[in-house]
């Protein structure tokens, strides 16, 4: 049921190699109502005027994001990329990495991270006799970079092979350090910053992730 490691197989070559980038064959209206879904939850964080909230969301998604175009890339230079997704795991694959229902969670991942961090955020852990402990956002990045880790060591485990792992050296350890704990970091740390660093931070992530989809995308390399 969980898998742990890529295994370098044929079997995963195969299935990487046979992944159709943004087509359509599999599309279905569960697209419509998920976009719906996230949309909604925003708007719902800006009509309330939780501009943290929303900040964490489009932090962790814009980082995601940037992950996703290094993968893509990674997979056109070296063959494969770290991670994939098949065809009959989604309805609309967007990179090779990552499909429409796996990009909408993430984009609203983040708020949760958020939200589960105590209401007191200065608040830090195993702080006594002058120890200044560990930040409760620190924590809590790391505990939500283990879930989402195990949770895909399940998805690559399912018979549709919703995740695919090509390589021997990839797997939960290095999602988990690499990636899934970065991914958090910038959910919970992000929102706190100074109105201008924060605004600093969105405004070059979103630019950058804009500006390489706008070059790579019709240049043919991801």
Same mark, same amino acid.
């Given at each position: 049921?969980? /898998?742990?490691?890529?295994?370098?197989?044929?079997?995963? #070559?195969?299935? /990487?190699?046979?992944?159709?980038?943004?087509?359509?064959?599999?599309?279905?209206?569960?697209?419509?109502?998920?976009?719906?879904?996230?949309?909604?939850?925003?708007?719902?964080?800006?009509?309330?005027?939780?501009? *943290?909230? !929303? +900040?964490?969301? $489009?932090?962790?998604?814009? /980082?995601?994001?940037?992950?996703?175009? +290094?993968?893509?890339?990674?997979?056109?230079?070296?063959?494969?990329?770290?991670?994939?997704?098949?065809?009959?795991?989604?309805?609309?694959?967007?990179?090779?990495?990552?499909?429409? *229902? $796996?990009?909408? #969670?993430?984009?609203?991942?983040?708020?949760?991270?958020?939200? #589960?961090?105590?209401?007191?955020?200065?608040?830090?852990?195993?702080?006594?006799?002058?120890?200044?402990?560990?930040? +409760?956002?620190?924590?809590?990045?790391?505990?939500?970079?283990? $879930?989402?880790?195990?949770? *895909?060591?399940?998805?690559?485990?399912?018979?549709?092979?919703?995740?695919?792992?090509?390589?021997?050296?990839?797997?939960?350890?290095? /999602?988990?350090?690499?990636?899934?704990?970065?991914?958090?970091?910038?959910?919970?740390?992000?929102?706190? #910053?100074?109105?201008?660093?924060?605004?600093?931070?969105?405004?070059?992530?979103?630019?950058? !992730?804009?500006?390489?989809?706008?070059?790579?995308?019709?240049?043919?390399?991801?």
């Amino acid at each position: 049921m969980f /898998v742990f490691w890529g295994d370098g197989s044929q079997a995963a #070559m195969s299935l /990487v190699d046979s992944i159709r980038v943004r087509s359509t064959e599999n599309f279905n209206w569960t697209f419509i109502f998920i976009l719906a879904v996230v949309f909604y939850v925003y708007w719902s964080e800006i009509n309330k005027k939780n501009t *943290e909230v !929303v +900040c964490a969301g $489009l932090a962790l998604y814009g /980082v995601h994001w940037l992950y996703e175009i +290094c993968n893509a890339i990674i997979g056109r230079v070296f063959g494969y990329p770290l991670w994939s997704v098949s065809n009959e795991s989604t309805t609309f694959i967007l990179l090779i990495g990552v499909c429409w *229902e $796996l990009s909408m #969670m993430f984009s609203i991942a983040g708020m949760i991270s958020f939200k #589960m961090l105590p209401q007191d955020r200065t608040k830090r852990y195993f702080a006594r006799d002058g120890k200044k402990g560990v930040s +409760c956002k620190l924590v809590g990045a790391i505990e939500m970079a283990l $879930l989402f880790a195990l949770f *895909e060591s399940f998805l690559a485990g399912t018979s549709n092979h919703s995740f695919i792992w090509v390589y021997k050296w990839w797997g939960v350890l290095p /999602v988990f350090i690499t990636t899934y704990i970065p991914f958090f970091l910038a959910s919970n740390y992000v929102p706190d #910053m100074e109105p201008k660093k924060r605004r600093t931070f969105l405004i070059t992530v979103w630019g950058l !992730v804009a500006l390489l989809l706008i070059i790579l995308i019709p240049a043919g390399v991801i």
